[in-house]
Nanobody, 112 residues
């Protein structure tokens, strides 16, 4: 059973930054695609960003230029650097591997 553990969420003011981390119990070299999704209250879960085994990245239009997904192969961890945060970025953020495994989710709130 693959486990994904997110960390780094919290409360930040508009324009601020947060950095999320997701550590996997499986070797990251065995995972083809990892990603971040988010779900706001009463909304569907949506893709935020993905990164492939080869390092190819993909972003939702709403976060392009503000968020950066990256991976640390030595630590079996991926990151989501979120800059210029907006209130509409407020959501529970979930880590995902190969569309099969999910983390428990972590709350990120952008509010003054």
């Amino acid at each position: 059973q693959v486990q994904l553990v997110e960390s780094g969420g919290g409360l930040v003011q508009p324009g601020g930054s947060l950095r999320l981390s997701c550590a996997t119990s499986q070797s990251i070299f065995d995972i083809y695609l990892m990603g971040w999704y988010r779900q706001a209250p009463e909304k569907q879960r949506e893709l935020v960003a993905t990164i492939s085994k080869g390092g190819t990245t993909n972003y939702a239009d709403s976060v392009k230029g503000r968020f950066t997904i990256s991976r640390n192969n030595a630590w079996d961890t991926i990151y989501l650097q979120m800059n210029s945060l907006k209130p509409e970025d407020t959501s529970v953020y979930y880590c995902n591997s190969d569309y099969s495994h999910w983390g428990q989710g972590i709350q990120c709130t952008v509010s003054s």
